[in-house]
């Protein structure tokens, strides 16, 4: 993760980069943004479909997938807690649990792979 500081109406505020595989997620005042660096269409969009990676610094409250099991677009695999909400991530499209990279209670960076899908 790097960080860097812009000004914004005069007052500098520090923002947060991380680069994953189809850009970079990119975090200001509790917001996540995704930028894409790349043509859509290249190698690394499969990548992003691959892994499920924290959109902010938080903790792991519980894990719903386990390795080896199939899972359904959209179905729930994460919930993390940040800044006293619950964010549940998501299964990006249909496909198997490759592996778990994190266990509940565990805390993680912004950018982390949590869970990475089978090709």
């Not at 960080?3 to 947060?16: D, E, F, S, Y």
Request: aromatic share 2%.
């Amino acid at each position: 993760m790097s960080w860097i500081t812009v000004n914004v109406g005069g007052r500098p505020q520090k923002v947060a980069i991380v680069r994953t595989g189809n850009g970079a997620l990119v975090s200001w005042m509790g917001r996540v943004v995704p930028v894409a660096l790349e043509p859509v269409g290249s190698a690394s969009t499969a990548t992003a479909e691959r892994e499920i990676r924290a959109p902010m610094t938080g903790r792991v409250v519980k894990i719903s997938a386990t390795a080896g099991a199939s899972v359904r677009a959209r179905e729930p695999l994460i919930v993390l807690e940040a800044m006293k909400m619950e964010y549940r991530l998501t299964a990006p499209r249909d496909g198997v649990v490759e592996r778990i990279s994190c266990a509940e209670g565990d805390r993680v960076d912004l950018g982390r792979v949590l869970v990475t899908l089978a090709p």
